[in-house]
């Protein structure tokens, strides 16, 4: 799939799940007023926040994909980091912050209208339009997972596209979320006490944060520089290393610069008789390879360097320990192939 298409399908799914989400979050705030229940403004809360977030996701999308200039030779691939992370601190304190707040306040005064006919058909109308949604952004997860040859859990798990990550968590909490309101509403139906609607709106809010928190650590992660997976990093090696001219990769360093662009720069110990020119063109050659293997690679550097005594045989090196686990097996990085 083409650069560009992939971004338009994000477009597309961050716009569906907006549309949705407003939708939603003003059917949800009306029922929440007409029934007293915590637990739907709460979903009215959750679904305001989550409309907030597809807004900054597309200014995300956006800005991110604003072309280099010479302020900003790499690209501006990093601030769609920026605006994710902004979307899910939103998600934290309004979303979740909300829901905690209002539960404890219904457990504490226990008022309720007692209608509760009107949540219950807004809930289910909101379960239907979330679902659509979900499906969608679980079609775009599904394809990029088959074109990295990966499975749908590990490629969200290790993708630079957080947007579609954020749209996955947040129509899955929307559903479960959804789940609890109805189960909070009905029991305080059947049973008459209140304690269950405000339970069910702070089970709403730490559901959000942990939303909240997963996301926020991905994208402090890639705003601090992360490396692409480490199956992607042996593939890049072993591309690199099948050079003619090349005798052995001695570092190998790559960089997450946004979504759809990776960097790769290496120390490379050419052959002791490599010229110039065959230099010029194993430079070259690792460039178009690479490019056509991962066509998110966008920027390849080659560092010519000294063999190292007795190093010959060796695997490149990275910039962890050789005794310690790689950070990307743990933390993710780049595509999941």
Same mark, same amino acid.
């Given at each position: 799939m083409a650069e560009a298409q992939i971004k338009n399908e994000s477009v597309g799914t961050v716009v569906v799940?907006?549309?949705?989400? #407003?939708?939603?979050?003003?059917?949800? #705030?009306?029922?929440?007023?007409?029934?007293?229940?915590?637990?739907?403004?709460?979903?009215?809360?959750h679904s305001v926040a989550d409309t907030t977030?597809?807004?900054?996701?597309y200014l995300a999308l956006r800005r991110g994909a604003r072309p280099a200039d010479t302020r900003h030779p790499?690209?501006?691939g990093k601030e769609s980091y920026v605006w994710a992370f902004l979307a899910a601190l939103f998600t934290f304190v309004v979303g979740a912050g909300f829901a905690i707040t209002h539960g404890v306040t219904t457990i504490l005064?226990?008022?309720?209208?007692?209608?509760y006919l009107t949540s219950y058909i807004v809930l289910a109308i909101s379960f239907a339009i979330e679902s659509v949604s979900l499906a969608r952004a679980i079609r775009q997860v599904r394809r990029e997972s088959r074109r990295?040859?990966?499975?749908?859990?590990?490629?969200?798990? #290790?993708?630079?596209?957080?947007?579609?990550?954020?749209?996955?968590?947040?129509?899955?909490?929307?559903?479960?979320?959804?789940?609890?309101?109805?189960?909070?509403?009905?029991?305080?139906?059947?049973?008459?006490?209140?304690?269950?609607?405000?339970?069910?709106?702070?089970?709403?809010?730490? #559901?959000?944060?942990?939303?909240?928190?997963?996301?926020?650590?991905?994208?402090?992660?890639?705003?601090?520089?992360?490396?692409?997976?480490?199956?992607?990093?042996r593939q890049i090696e072993?591309?690199?290393?099948?050079?003619?001219?090349?005798?052995?990769?001695?570092?190998?360093?790559?960089?997450l610069l946004g979504p759809t662009d990776i960097l790769v720069a290496a120390k490379v110990d050419f052959h002791d008789d490599a010229t110039g020119a065959d230099i010029e063109a194993a430079a070259d050659e690792a460039e178009r390879r690479l490019a056509d293997r991962f066509p998110e690679v966008a920027y390849v550097f080659l560092d010519p360097t000294r063999s190292l005594h007795g190093s010959h045989g060796r695997p490149a090196r990275?910039?962890?320990?050789?005794n310690q686990r790689p950070v990307d097996e743990e933390a993710g990085g780049g595509g999941p192939a």
């Open positions: 799940a907006g549309a949705a989400n #407003l939708a939603i979050a003003i059917a949800k #705030l009306v029922a929440g007023l007409i029934s007293g229940s915590a637990a739907m403004l709460s979903e009215a809360a977030t597809e807004v900054l996701l790499f690209g501006y005064v226990h008022e309720h209208t007692g209608n990295w040859r990966a499975t749908p859990r590990r490629y969200l798990r #290790l993708t630079a596209d957080t947007t579609v990550k954020a749209v996955f968590l947040e129509d899955t909490a929307a559903l479960i979320g959804l789940l609890l309101a109805a189960a909070g509403l009905t029991l305080s139906q059947l049973t008459g006490d209140e304690l269950y609607d405000g339970v069910a709106s702070i089970l709403i809010g730490m #559901l959000l944060l942990v939303v909240a928190g997963i996301l926020a650590r991905s994208n402090i992660s890639l705003l601090v520089g992360r490396a692409v997976s480490e199956r992607v990093h072993q591309e690199l290393a099948g050079l003619p001219a090349v005798d052995r990769i001695d570092t190998l360093m790559t960089m990275t910039t962890q320990d050789e």
